[in-house]
């Protein structure tokens, strides 16, 4: 009878470790290697800490300190946005069509991440003269903007230019451009809570839109569920 037991509590205890990562594949759509989702920028090996290994930790690339200010008037800093998954993109109220569209998708984001208090959208304009905060927030409503989740910032353009270079990483080649005096770029950036780079993001394209959709929902999985098990262990 013990035996029998035994068993029966084993089966109970896998089915309570594995139900939680069962649903999430279930209630998620596209990729699911939320162990996999990678990690930008340059990397260096801990000079002491080891994994279970052996081998030394992965110290990754965290981007920097930031000061903004959104539309608002509140403070869009380290500090301010603490342990909230972030989410940043380039736009402007009247230069190019595609700026509109990356606003556009911004929304959608905001709706499917709008429950759990867990994420903030911080979007700049990268035409500060033009889009004032009355612009901006005219922008917003159109777009059902919640305030307390999309940040819109009016920045000067070389501090804005200066952050995405060399904070985002976005490659001044590939997606940093200007066009009649304009900063442009339709990249949307993924940064996990503890301030990673985890995802690069084409912001008028909808399947890439929905991509960073599911890495949102990975990242949440990572720190809520997975996280929490690894300092248990």
């Not at 699911?32 to 030394?56: C, D, I, M, Q, R």
């Not at 920097?64 to 342990?83: R, W």
Request: net charge negative; proline share 5%.
């Amino acid at each position: 009878m013990a035996k029998k037991r035994n068993g029966k509590q084993l089966i109970i205890l896998a089915a309570i470790l594995i139900l939680p990562s069962l649903l999430y594949v279930i209630s998620t759509t596209g990729k699911h290697n939320f162990v996999l989702l990678p990690f930008y920028g340059p990397k260096e090996l801990h000079p002491t800490e080891k994994v279970k290994s052996g081998a030394p930790d992965t110290i990754y690339y965290k981007i920097p300190s930031f000061e903004f200010e959104d539309v608002e008037g509140g403070a869009i800093n380290p500090t301010s946005l603490d342990s909230q998954i972030l989410v940043f993109s380039f736009f402007c109220t009247d230069c190019t069509p595609e700026g509109k569209r990356v606003a556009e998708q911004m929304a959608s984001v905001q709706a499917a991440v709008e429950k759990g208090g867990d994420v903030t959208l911080v979007s700049f304009t990268v035409d500060p003269e033009n889009d004032n905060s009355q612009k901006l927030q005219a922008l917003g409503e159109g777009f059902n903007r919640n305030e307390n989740i999309w940040k819109l910032i009016s920045a000067p353009k070389t501090e804005v230019y200066n952050f995405a270079v060399d904070g985002l990483l976005i490659g001044e080649e590939d997606s940093i451009r200007y066009k009649d005096g304009l900063l442009q770029s339709n990249t949307i950036v993924l940064v996990d809570h503890n301030g990673h780079i985890r995802g690069y993001f084409d912001g008028i394209q909808y399947t890439e839109t929905k991509e960073l959709k599911d890495a949102i929902q990975q990242l949440r999985y990572l720190r809520n569920v997975l996280e929490p098990n690894l300092k248990q262990d």
